[in-house]
């Protein structure tokens, strides 16, 4: 059954889909749908009656972790059809989204470029800077030139191709403003920090801000900032941003040395940046995220789920796009804790705190004090993720 969702807003710098590109989006969409809840999980009963028996017959025991898990699914047909199905549904959503912001991309650029300048935020490009290679060396979650992609002069491209592809990516989940995950690490916060009114925000790996606007809605008397690695999207984040009349401070900068002075944020935030970068870049991002905390700051943060089940099958299923979608540090995030991180950036046991999220088909969020059984989880795991952060404290 095709399905459809409602149109992301319509805001000024948003590339609009004329009819054969809406319907290629939302066939798109249907496809992935089915796929999560009338194909995935079929993965499991292959893995039981099929694959364990397999494994045995040759091995004489089960597997012993999630690699062997790994090689043993790939070669199940079952699986290589999902997987080479989920790849290229992948592809045909960036082709799709590609091609709409190519065909107007003249006219975005000039959108950008004449953006009123009434909400007052700014941006800082840095002609000299040096994209870090970890992102430079791969087009993550299959982004054709990711987040540093710069095209020509005032290119916004990379930026309107995230926010519509990521859009229809989150099956629309992530709310017509594409705020989700910025909403509820804003919401929690004001839950768990009812006092706190910080005067100065950092939100790190802001791609085009939609995880910033949810902080200067929150706190309209607060100076809002929002870093990233790639000009084009930064230019569309900015522009967008100012036409949706909210002051949001964006620059060019490496998260793992940024010129922000010492203990200058009340809070840093990040929204999905973890599972996008490298484990030695995570540490010293978040030693720098220690340095530029004011005493007392926060460090708040969430991203998708560690592995915190047994099930080799479930940490296959979890890990498959390190493997396969152009997430290559996907894995080593989800084998790590985020306390482990925080203890590595120089935070005490005392100063960390987790949660685990999850988030109904409505887009509603909850937070929990351990993570969910997949059985206890809302159908096909849309949402789950973990939700952590430390004060400094000296």
């Known amino acids: 059954m095709a399905v459809s969702i409602a149109e992301p807003f319509a805001h000024d710098i948003m590339p609009r889909a004329v009819h054969d590109e809406h319907a290629r989006e939302n066939a798109t969409l249907s496809m992935k749908l089915h796929m999560t809840y009338g194909v995935y999980g079929g993965d499991q009963a292959a893995y039981q009656h099929n694959a364990l028996a397999r494994f045995a017959k040759s091995h004489g025991r089960a597997p012993a972790d999630k690699t062997e ?28 989204v590609g091609g709409c912001v190519e065909r107007q991309l003249p006219d975005l650029i000039d959108a950008a470029q004449y953006a009123p300048r009434q909400a007052g935020g700014s941006l800082r490009l840095n002609p000299q800077f040096k994209m870090p290679r970890y992102l430079s060396a791969v087009d993550i979650h299959a982004m054709p030139g990711s987040y540093g992609a710069d095209l020509t002069e005032g290119d ?15 099956k629309g989940l992530v709310g017509p403003l594409s705020d989700g995950s910025g909403r509820s690490l804003v919401e929690s916060f004001c839950q768990m920090y009812p006092k706190m009114r910080p005067t100065r925000i950092l939100d790190l790996g802001c791609a085009i801000g939609a995880s910033s606007l949810p902080w200067a809605d929150a706190f309209p008397d607060a100076e809002v900032f929002g870093i990233d690695v790639g000009p084009a999207i930064l230019r569309y984040g900015h522009a967008r941003s100012e036409y949706l009349g909210r002051k949001v401070h964006f620059s060019q900068q490496d998260a793992e040395k940024t010129d922000f002075p010492d203990d200058y944020f009340d809070v840093v935030a990040t929204a999905g940046v973890f599972h996008e970068t490298s484990a030695r870049a995570s540490v010293n991002i978040m030693k720098e995220v220690r340095r530029i905390l004011k005493p007392g700051g926060l460090s708040i943060n969430s991203d998708i789920p560690h592995q915190h089940h047994d099930d080799l099958h479930d940490q296959f299923m979890l890990d498959w796009d390190c493997h396969y979608n152009s997430e290559p540090f996907w894995a080593q995030w989800t084998a790590m804790t985020s306390h482990d991180l925080m203890a590595k950036a120089g935070f005490g046991p005392e100063q960390v705190w987790e949660r685990w999220r999850d988030r109904d088909h ?8 351990r993570p969910k059984d997949p059985s206890e989880s809302n159908q096909g795991g849309i949402g789950k993720g973990v939700f952590w952060g430390a004060t400094k404290t000296t």
Request: aromatic share 18%; glycine share 6%.
């Open 69 to 96: 898990v790994r090689h043993l699914m790939m070669a199940e047909p079952f699986t290589q059809m999902w997987s080479a199905i989920a790849r290229s549904l992948q592809e045909m959503l960036w082709d799709n």
């Open 156 to 170: 916004v491209y990379a930026g309107a191709v995230y926010e519509r592809g990521a859009y229809y990516y989150t």
């Open 362 to 369: 409505q887009g509603n969020f909850s937070l929990h004090d």
